[in-house]
């Protein structure tokens, strides 16, 4: 399933799963089950329900919001996935993704990545007849979410499997068939009829479905931009070589510079210690024996905190006399599709409502230095761009300093100047190469982990190329793990 943010896809998957009860439009009376089966009844969603309610039909789900794991389990990885495994594949899917060192850790001590694929078999352990996963290359590198792609395909072959997600490379990999879902944010989502994966991923990214004889956008997504304007660097702010350690894991990192007006962009596999070092960084831990200078920093997490606040009281916190103003209401509120939200609860908005919201609350902060973690993650495809465009104009005209962690290439390449890369052991050690210009940063990440990516002739949407195919070999011989031509 493929589509914007706040039209359904996590709401059809919650009613599919039985998570939630439809209410067939009725706001305030609950319909029985029987109606529900009643109401559907001429097709075959009718013959669904009645096997759901029934359990004669067997669900896994894996959900969006993995970051709320710790809250409902506790226990180590070894213990949930020995608990959920109902068909003997648990260690086996732990060895697949790289786990092993992280097995006797607590739920609540995992990364992102790490609580990702943990949330992905425990789903892909059960006995189901039908599963459902809801983003599931959110929080992972690029070839932890190949993986997984390929571990989906491998280990659901006796059930039917439902995917939403926003990554295309991961989509293109992962779907035997797409359907879009079009409509509008916050209001109300259309699905349409099932199509052969590259036709309906460039259906809807053209925002035109033949079938349908619907526009449901007036202009296409394009990738051809790149927002990246070569300046000469001015130097903001320093920190020092520092390291940390936990019990299993140490990261080193050598002293660096951010500079004004510029995004330095953070890459590398999950597991290395990329987020420990930008919460160092933003002052809420603390380096080994190192006093860091804190300057005055925005920082965006990667786990975001659900509030009981409607948007605009929340942001209106943030900003202060800013928010009112007409560059704020353009430039943050218009560009990031934030202002329909104003009214909403920020618990009831989807992933990647939420994640906007946030970034939105990042950027509203009176501060020199913007630190942001997987702001990519859960948005879609479409407001992606928008996202890194608004991060990138707001960097240069408020001659701030920008550092963003996130595993989505394209969103990378559109968005940084300079790139560190995070090299080592995952869930061991981890230590810091650079800054690298993007171009070398972006290759010497692919190269290590062992991807070549090219962009689509048509579209310019990145692809990952299949493993010695022609395309394949021929990058590698030139040493363009990234090929931007």
């Known amino acids: 399933i493929l589509g914007r943010n706040g039209i359904g896809k996590s709401t059809a998957l919650n009613i599919l799963s039985g998570s939630l009860i439809p209410n067939l439009g009725r706001l305030n009376k609950k319909p029985t089950e029987d109606e529900i089966i009643e109401k ?147 209001c109300y989502g259309v699905l349409s009829s099932s199509k052969g994966v590259s036709r309906g991923i460039n259906e809807y990214l053209d925002g035109y479905l033949p079938d349908e004889n619907v526009r449901f956008r007036d202009y296409k997504i394009t990738f051809a931009k790149n927002l990246t304007i070569f300046q000469k660097p001015e130097p903001w702010y320093s920190y020092p070589s520092f390291e940390k350690t936990y ?102 908005l989807s992933g990647g409502e939420l994640q906007k919201v946030y970034i939105a609350s990042c950027l509203s902060e009176d501060a020199k230095i913007l630190a942001l973690d997987e702001p990519s993650a859960f948005i879609d495809v479409e407001d992606r761009l928008k996202v890194a465009e608004v991060i990138r104009e707001f960097t240069q005209k408020k001659e701030v300093s920008t550092i963003v962690i996130d595993h989505d290439v394209q969103f990378v390449d559109y968005l940084g100047d300079a790139m560190l890369v995070f090299e080592g052991k995952s869930g061991v050690d981890g230590n810091v190469i650079g800054p690298l210009s993007k171009e070398d940063g972006m290759n010497r990440v692919l190269k290590m982990l062992n991807i070549t990516y090219r962009l689509d002739k048509e579209t310019k949407r990145p692809r990952i190329n299949k493993p010695n195919s022609q395309l394949d070999k021929m990058q590698r011989a030139k040493g363009k793990y990234y090929n931007l031509n």
């Open 40 to 186: 559907y009844s001429k097709s075959y969603l009718g013959d669904y329900f009645n096997k759901l309610f029934n359990k004669k039909v067997k669900v896994a789900y894996k959900p969006q919001r993995i970051e709320l794991l710790p809250d409902f389990y506790k226990g180590t990885v070894k213990e949930l996935i020995k608990k959920v495994d109902e068909k003997g594949i648990g260690n086996e899917l732990i060895k697949e993704l790289n786990l092993e060192e992280h097995k006797d850790k607590e739920i609540s001590k995992l990364s992102g990545g790490e609580l990702q694929k943990v949330a992905i078999i425990a789903c892909l352990a059960k006995k189901a007849d039908v599963m459902f996963i809801d983003e599931p290359a959110s929080f992972l590198d690029i070839t932890s979410r190949i993986k997984v792609a390929k571990l989906i395909k491998e280990y659901s072959k006796s059930s039917s499997v439902m995917v939403v997600e926003h990554d295309l490379a991961t989509l293109d990999y992962i779907s035997d068939e797409i359907q879009v879902l079009y409509g509008e944010p916050a």
């Open 247 to 348: 019990p299993g894991f140490k990261l080193k990192v050598n002293e660096g510079i951010l500079n004004k007006g510029q995004v330095l962009t953070i890459m590398g596999a999950n597991g290395l210690g990329k987020s420990t070092f930008m919460k160092i960084i933003a002052g809420v831990e603390k380096a080994d024996n190192t006093e860091i200078e804190i300057a005055s920093i925005a920082y965006k997490p990667q786990y975001i905190k659900l509030v009981d606040v409607n948007v605009e009281e929340f942001l209106k916190e943030k900003a202060k006399k800013m928010f009112d103003s007409g560059w704020y209401k353009t430039n943050i509120l218009e560009k990031l599709n934030i202002k329909v939200l104003l009214e909403n609860n920020l618990q009831f």
